[in-house]
């Protein structure tokens, strides 16, 4: 039982690189997420997609795009990293409702990213 | 506006000892509260939950939090502390109709001594 599976783990990038990270859930949930970690600033919602097709910004989303063209997957992009990229990217999934009913994240064990 | 705030951003017992992380929260609205465990190098993992009903929840691993709405306060507390306890916390929260807002608290690193 798979769960949540990010690709890459690890990434060093140069600035004005840019990249792609993948998340694939087979839980068959509808909402999904992208968060970064910083140290003691807990987690920190990028972008998020209630289902396949859409997507909305969170918190953080400035040098961020995203995009849900299959159910199962939620991509999360680069286009011109900068070194306040940094950071420990999780990705999150959810239940048909999302957190409406208290349905909890399901989290992918994190793409750790340094932009140098 | 929601918010957490996680007093102690580092706690250490010894083991066997008792756990008692803090978590306070705000809402304006009747919250939905999480705490989730992280260990090194993985996602975080669910540890227990409150969304209505019985105040006191038991979670996983013999974690149990109360949910005190006079004191906005979610506590996380273990009776006696194993070496595998040790890992980070977080307190989160939303709100019914909430599709997206789970915000997070900063964090607590708990570390057990033996």
């Known amino acids: 039982n798979a769960g949540v599976t990010q690709t890459p783990k690890f990434r060093v990038l140069k600035t004005g690189q840019s990249m792609t990270l993948l998340c694939a859930q087979d839980m068959n949930h509808e909402y999904m997420y992208w968060y970064r970690q910083d140290p003691g600033m807990g987690l920190r919602l990028i972008h998020y997609?209630?289902?396949?097709?859409?997507?909305a910004k969170g918190e953080v989303p400035d040098g961020y795009n995203v995009s849900r063209l299959k159910k199962q997957n939620f991509l999360l992009g680069l286009e011109s990293a900068a070194p306040s990229q940094t950071s420990v990217y999780f990705c999150?999934?959810?239940?048909?409702?999302?957190?409406?009913?208290?349905?909890?994240?399901?989290f992918g064990n994190g793409t750790r990213l340094t932009v140098t | 506006a929601q918010s957490v705030t996680q007093l102690g951003s580092h706690v250490s017992v010894s083991e066997g000892a008792l756990v008692l992380l803090r978590c306070n929260y705000s809402s304006s609205v009747p919250p939905y509260l999480f705490w989730y465990v992280q260990y090194p190098n993985q996602g975080l993992q669910l540890l227990l939950k409150?969304?209505?009903?019985?105040?006191l929840v038991k979670g996983i691993n013999g974690f149990e939090a109360e949910f005190k709405k006079s004191e906005t306060s979610f506590h996380l507390t273990k009776p006696s502390a194993h070496m595998s306890d040790a890992a980070e916390y977080f307190c989160?929260?939303?709100?019914?109709?909430?599709?997206?807002?789970?915000?997070f608290g900063s964090g607590t690193q708990l570390t057990v001594l033996p």
């Open positions: 409150y969304t209505t009903g019985a105040t």
């Open positions: 999150a999934s959810s239940q048909g409702t999302g957190l409406r009913n208290g349905s909890p994240l399901h």
């Open positions: 997609s209630v289902g396949e097709g859409t997507t």
């Open positions: 989160a929260v939303t709100y019914s109709g909430s599709a997206r807002q789970l915000t």
